[in-house]
């Protein structure tokens, strides 16, 4: 039972929640006590790491579930994220954004997220994904006065609905043909059929719109723009992590025989991502959509390295997944703290170093690690993901890489230019007290672009044991 202890802890958090979401508890108290209780989650990870890595589970949930490294370093990152985005809501606004039920509906799909990642079978991996997705169906609608939200909502429960139908089909293929939806029991088939790896295909189309990535992309530019900017962080940043970690258990750690043909998908799926989400990213004005739009990129840049293939090499894809997904929820928690969840433009960023110096730097900072500037985490990912593939004898991704990496230069540096060299049109209006929090977070958001990109961290040097 000490195993799923933090899990355990986390269902605590959710029913705890539901509770208090009746009650007239002011805000900052309930993110507090929010904050805290995930920090205990986030703590007992490390607590009961040899427990976890023992493999120790209880009868009711073997077969269904796994624990190891690689489990464990993605539910810390889920934890961490959880934090960032209730950090966030601190500076939403109380009438429109921000409702007791948005915290119960936080936990359950952190919850659903969690389970993603330790699933180690189809249908259990298929609940958990319900779980987490209809909590953020709702979160999104939430804000019943912007129809923006209300249509984002409907739109994403719509497909993803049309999405799970066709995992269910691939599920039912691969079980009427293997009789089993183990993960473990499949990667033992060597020759599948060709049922089974239309099956394997269906299941992955579902991972790959849950990702947002080339040929899967289209609802996420309308969705995500139509969310809040403290939901559309935690979508971009969690929940692409947790569907990541999916999609590289069920295609990668247990491959099964259909390894050769999805490489080849993967290579398509990378370089198609890069060029696709560059060009949206180029012809944008707003920053919130740039953003959304270079998502698909780093996406793109992580599919490089899945495209190796090699369980000794996804070191790369999984430390660029994870600081990829903490630095975006850092700037859209910097985004939110300096302008709520007003529309963003490169106009309305424009000489923001005047009334938040920090907050101007901090964002400033994560912009020139996703460019990969040197020591920055970005930087330091992307040598690991260029140098993976050159290891592989992938060179031309590398290559593709490389290219897509100085086309994003032009719409990042757009975003600093604006804001150090821009006049503003009006003054970001902020408080002495939120000026104090705004400086905390973007001094935290700093220390681990810099501290990480420069080695200083050791939580994600950890991750070469993923596969021990």
Known sequence: MIAIAPFLLSIAAIIANIFLSVTKIKKPVLLGLNLAFWAVVLVSFFAFRGEILDGELPFF????????????????????????????????????????????????????????VISSEIITTLIFIEIASISIYAMIALNSLNSKSIEAAFKYFLLSSFMSAFYLLGAAMIFGMTQTTKYELLSKITSPSFITTIGVLLVIAMIFFKIAIFGFYRWSIDVYYGASNSITGYLAGAFKLASFGLLIKFALLYSGGWGEILAIIFAVVAVCSMFIGNFLSLKEVDVKKILIAAGIVHAGYIFINLASFSEESLFAGVFYLCIYAVTTGFAFLILNSLFGDNQITLESIAGLYKSSPLGALAFTIICLSFIGFPYTVGFLGKVYLF??????????????????????????????????????????????????????????????????????????????????
């Open 61 to 116: 949930v073997a077969g269904f579930i796994v624990l190891g490294q690689f489990e464990l370093i993605l539910c810390v990152m889920i934890c961490a994220l959880t934090l960032i985005f209730f950090a966030t809501l601190y500076f939403s606004d109380d009438k429109s954004y921000f409702k007791p039920e948005l915290i119960a509906l936080a936990n359950l799909s952190s919850f659903g997220m969690m389970g993603m």
């Open 387 to 468: 140098s993976s593939a050159f290891e592989a004898s992938n060179a031309y991704l590398a290559i593709f890489g490389i290219i897509n990496t100085i086309l994003s230069v032009y719409y990042y540096l757009r975003i600093i230019i604006s804001i150090y060299f821009n006049e503003p049109s009006q003054t970001v209006q902020v408080t002495r007290q939120k000026s104090i929090w705004i400086g905390i977070l973007s001094v935290l958001a700093i220390a681990f672009v810099i501290l990480e990109g420069v080695g200083a961290l050791s939580i994600l040097g950890n991750l070469n044991l993923i596969m021990d």
